[in-house]
């Protein structure tokens, strides 16, 4: 029966029980007005009329207050069934279905409501053996990869770790997958120094030396935070870290080979540099004879490229004894005045020989003394007042100085040549590097040998260039 047949049962049946009422309520009292009130025969008429009134009177309300319970529930009821289906849906209950047979408007919504449950069932099936393909995929692409990978999320829970992370760290699958990383570093070296590198992004990164299947490798870390560029305001735009191992043994070995060859090669070569600079020291004593003018020039040209050659064979051990960690420190008190004094001696025949004036910046109030390897300090000034000269204009002029910054000591050495592009301003303390252009000669060692020895003091060492102004180095040292 639908609602609209109870709708007009229930009025018909109210209207006729009200019709019926006022009918009989009518007749009563045609009756009575017919009959004297006060006569014995009018009593029992009146009475039955009384009580066929209040017969027919109870009966409609009782089917009124029937009326007003059932009807109200009839038409209320399907809705509170639809919107409970409705609830369960929406909390991914796809299995409900609604059976409303009894009620014709309702069916046909009962029915859309059922297919869009189907379809929903189908839909979440066929989503769901898609995600689980996609995983399986991605799982497979992660443990083909032959280096370690380790995913996390934004709470840094590992998402997936690939067999050669697992042999690496030295852990099971089963001990890591949605454990948090910060949790497993406690009990794991090798993972604590990768999350403090990916909780410090500043920190200077070193290679990892990992021992694992019974031989050392050295491996490089890679960190890279996964970012959803697509994220609404409200949306986490971080959604995670990857970690990625690059095993750069091969690379080590080789960088080694190369240390080892340079080493001997250098040993090999200051011998009979130093033949050769023993040798024009007994041709310049003019008691063995005296020179005539072409042969002082060649004399002079073969020291100047013996000590040449000597300065980079000296850079080439320093730059060994620097890679391969066998740097040997001796430090010492001094003053910073007697580093700047070695340096000016070191290079005054050279600032001579074009003319360049050297002045001097030492403030005349008491300086911090240093405790420091001498010798290697002594050594950077050197090279930096060298290479101040060289680029700088004949007959200009260079400054070497000092000065005391809190608890620094800060030594420095400015040219005013050509300058620097701030391009290159990085680069220069790179192995190897010339700035394109430069026509003075060098090996490209000394400004990375030098930076080696400042840092090795706890040290730095930076440049202030503008091109057309000239270059300043400044070493900033603890007093």
């Known amino acids: 029966m639908n609602i609209r047949t109870k709708l007009i049962l229930s009025v ?19 009756i009575l007005t017919a009959t004297e009130p006060d006569s014995p025969a009018a009593v029992p008429g009146l009475q039955r009329a009384l009580l066929w009134i209040s ?13 007003l319970v059932w009807l109200p529930r009839s038409i209320s009821k399907p809705i509170q069934e639809l919107t409970r289906g409705i609830l369960e849906i929406a909390n991914h209950n796809y299995e409900k279905r609604l059976d409303m047979s009894g009620c014709e408007e309702f069916r046909e919504v009962a029915d859309s409501f059922n297919r869009m449950a189907e379809r929903l069932t189908e839909y979440r099936a066929s989503t769901l053996n898609d995600i689980l393909s996609a995983k399986k ?89 996964i970012i959803n560029a697509e994220a609404d305001d409200d949306e986490p735009h971080n959604l995670g870290d990857v970690i990625l191992l690059k095993n750069i043994t091969e690379f080590k070995e080789l960088d080694s080979a190369k240390t080892t060859f340079i080493s001997t090669i250098s040993h090999e070569l200051k011998t009979p540099i130093s033949a050769i600079l023993m040798s024009l020291q007994l041709l310049e004593d003019k008691r063995v004879g005296v020179l005539n003018d072409e042969q002082e020039q060649l004399s002079n040209s073969i020291k100047e490229n013996a000590d040449r050659l000597l300065g980079i064979t000296g850079e080439l051990l320093n730059m060994t004894q620097v890679e391969a960690g066998k740097l040997q420190m001796m430090p010492k008190i001094t003053k910073p005045i007697e580093l700047i004094e070695y340096a000016i001696k070191a290079n005054q025949v050279q600032a001579d020989k074009f003319g360049i004036q050297i002045e001097v910046e030492y403030p005349e109030e008491k300086m911090p003394k240093l405790f420091v390897d001498s010798e290697k300090i002594a050594w950077v000034l050197t090279n930096l007042l060298s290479n101040a000269i060289r680029y700088s204009k004949e007959n200009g002029r260079v400054v070497i100085g000092a000065k005391h910054d809190e608890d620094f000591v800060e030594m420095y050495v400015q040219d005013f040549g050509k300058g620097i592009d701030p391009r290159y301003h990085q680069s220069i303390f790179d192995r190897y590097f010339r700035v394109p252009g430069t026509k003075v000669q060098g090996s490209g060692l000394g400004l990375s040998i030098s930076k080696d020895f400042v840092e090795a003091h706890g040290g730095t060492l930076t440049v202030q260039s503008e091109l057309g102004k000239g270059s300043r180095f400044v070493i900033r040292l603890k007093a």
């Open 12 to 30: 018909g049946v109210l209207a006729g029980m009200i019709i019926l009422l006022v009918a009989l309520s009518v007749v009563n009292l045609q």
């Open 55 to 67: 017969v027919i009177g109870g009966v409609c309300i009782f089917a009124s207050i029937i009326l």
């Open 137 to 225: 995929f991605l799982e497979a692409i992660v443990n083909s990869i032959d280096e370690p990978i380790i995913g996390l999320n934004r709470n840094r829970e590992i998402l997936f770790i690939n067999n050669e992370a697992l042999t690496v760290l030295n852990l099971k699958r089963e001990e890591v997958i949605r454990r948090s990383a910060e949790e497993l570093s406690l009990k794991n070296d090798l993972l604590r120094r990768l999350v403090r590198e990916l909780v410090n992004p500043g920190e200077k990164k070193e290679p990892l030396k990992i021992y694992a299947d019974n031989k050392e490798s050295y491996f490089k870390a890679s960190y890279i935070t």
